[in-house]
Structures are given as C-alpha cells and as structure tokens.
C-alpha cells in the first residue's frame, strides 16, 4: 500500500479488498474477518460503520497506518493486540502484550457458571425462604476466578449475575491491571467497584487467605489455568508462541495437569457445600481430569465445546 504505486487504495473498500488479499497470500486463517477489523482500526471505525464507508476516500496517514498495521499481522502478531482488544461474550476486552487473548472456548465456562448461580441461588432462596417462613432474601453468590488475565471470565460473571461478588486473582501484575481497566471501561463510574475485587499474588494462597478471614467459603470457583505442556510448544501457532505471555500458556512443573491437581486438592477447603469448581482443560486432557477428581472422592462432569471436545471439568462439592 505505498503511495505512489499502482496499488494504492482510493477508497476504504479499496483498503478492504487488498488488506483481505494480503492476509489470504500470508495464509491467515481468518483473514476475511481479520482484514475488516485491521482495516476499521487503520482508519478509526468499527466494522459496521466500515462498510457504512465503503466509498469513502482514504488519505497518505490513513494509509501508512493501514500498511504497518498488516506488516505486524503479517508477521504473525496476533490481531487482538494489534487493535488492542477481543470480544468475549458479546463485550470488548482491552488486551496487550502480557496478557491472554480471551478464547471463544472459554464461553462454555461462563455458560456453566451462570446455569450453576442459577441454580445455587434458587435453592439458597428456597433454603432462606423456609428458615424464615417464607419471608426470603437470597445472600449474594461469591465467585472465584483464578487466572484472571484480562479479567474476561470475572468481569463477564459479574456483568451477567448482577448479585453476585467476585474475586479476580492472579499472579500477574500486568493481567491485574488490565482486568482492573477493563472493569473501568466495561461499567463505568465504578458501578462494579462494590462488588469486584481485584487480588495480585499466587491465586491459591490468596483465595485461601481471603476464605479464612471472611470465614466463608466461595460458591463457584472459576479457573482457565496454564495448561499447555512444556513439549507441545513447538506445535502451537506463531501468534501464541511468539506473542502470548509463558506464564498464561505453560502449565508449571512440566505438568500439564498441575492446576486440576492442585484446584482439585483445595477445593473441599475452599468452595463452600453445594457449590462448584470449573476448570478449563486442554484437548484430550479430559480422561486425566476425570481420574484426578475421582481419586480424590469427586464425581466429574464435563462440558463439551463446538468442537466437541471436553472443554470444562466440573466437580460440585457435596453439601
Ligand atoms: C490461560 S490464562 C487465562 C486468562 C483468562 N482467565 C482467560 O480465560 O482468558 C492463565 C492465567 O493464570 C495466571 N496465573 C499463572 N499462574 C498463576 C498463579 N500461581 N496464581 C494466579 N494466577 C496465575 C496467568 O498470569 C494468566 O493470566
């Protein structure tokens, strides 16, 4: 897209068409939707109103950034932190280097913990409802999300369950800060301030610290941990590997089971009777989850994603 060549876009669907052949012949899979949102970032719009703008005319800044936004996708940086953010459940998160791009994939988990809160609330409104002969308040649900990242699982279960308290936890700095921006951006004038917290440090040793001074266990515990192996790195995508923070990817200890291990091991101490713990899984690690939880006395159910695969071990804790 140098200007002064033959290839110079007049319009911004010129922009459109030679962004989309230039990501096909970079053999991006998505390059259609791609193109569109690299495009609208280019020239400031989003997709709707890019096609709204079809005829419109783009001019030499336009045009240098259009150019050095699909040199990075060229090289394989991933779009989401090219435009600096991915939707997740229907909402914009703010995303950047240091931080996990959120995955369609973990929507199943959000599903479930909302289908679960369901659940646990009306069964906590019945339980409330007989003790005060039908005169009932439901308590707020406490949600645990472990691994926050940018926050898109904990900030989702607090957009989607207006009564529940959440805590977001992880070790990273960075993936703090971002969650914390995004609970800005996502509910402004701090409208989920009474109700998110945001926790830095070891998730485990947090949570638990936190469940000991409030003497109340979690209803739902949340995790989309690390659980890509060491040894499969070399089979991930260059926009992974390349640009994606190690400590989001890579289970600890070479173990890529480490998490399910460790969230299995804690979970009667931290997650209160009757609730729930969901974890993440990667492919095919769902017969191992299985063993793990019934091992430790834990019946496991899974939640199958679009494509099939045991996306979601669940484990409830008995009342
Ligand atoms: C796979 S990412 C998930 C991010 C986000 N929840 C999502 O679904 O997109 C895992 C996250 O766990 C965090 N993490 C790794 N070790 C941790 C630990 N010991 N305690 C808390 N968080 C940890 C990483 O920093 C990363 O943000």
Redesign the pocket.
């Known amino acids: 897209m140098t200007q002064g060549s033959s290839t110079v876009p007049r319009t911004a669907g010129d922009m459109l068409r030679m962004a989309r052949e230039f990501l096909q012949k970079k053999g991006v899979e998505e390059w259609r939707l791609e193109a569109e949102l690299l495009v609208a970032h280019a020239l400031g719009l989003d997709r709707l109103r890019l096609f709204l703008a079809l005829d419109r005319p783009v001019g030499g800044a336009e045009i240098d950034r259009a150019r050095d936004v699909l040199v990075r996708r060229g090289r394989r940086e991933p779009t989401a932190y090219i435009v600096g953010r991915r939707e997740f459940y229907k909402r914009d998160f703010q995303v950047g280097k240091g931080v996990?791009v959120?995955?369609p994939e973990?929507e199943h988990l959000v599903d479930r913990a909302r289908e679960l809160a369901a659940e646990l609330l009306v069964a906590r409104v019945s339980a409330d409802g007989a003790n005060r002969g039908g005169a009932s308040s439901a308590g707020a649900l406490w949600i645990a999300?472990?691994?926050?990242?940018?926050g898109?699982?904990a900030l989702t279960c607090a957009l989607e369950l207006p009564g529940a308290r959440v805590t977001a936890?992880?070790?990273?700095g960075a993936?703090i800060l971002c969650a914390r921006a995004n609970a800005a951006a996502l509910a402004p004038e701090g409208a989920l301030a009474a109700r998110v917290e945001f926790v830095e440090g070891?998730?485990l040793a947090e949570l638990a610290r936190l469940v000991c001074e409030r003497g109340t266990r979690v209803d739902l515990l949340l995790s989309?941990?690390?659980y890509v192996a060491r040894e499969d790195a070399a089979t991930l995508a260059p926009e992974v590997k390349d640009y994606e923070?190690e400590?989001?990817l890579f289970a600890p200890a070479g173990d890529p089971d480490h998490w399910v291990r460790r969230l299995l091991d804690a979970a009667r101490a931290l997650v209160t009777p009757g609730g729930a713990l969901l974890v993440e899984l990667g492919a095919g690690q769902a017969p191992r989850a299985a063993e793990l939880a019934r091992a430790r006395g834990f019946e496991p159910r899974f939640v199958r994603d679009l494509a099939g695969i045991d996306r979601v071990l669940e484990v409830r804790v008995a009342p």
């Open positions: 996990l959120p995955r973990t999300d472990l691994g926050t990242g940018s898109c699982i936890l992880d070790v990273s993936a070891d998730g989309n941990p690390p923070p400590l989001a």
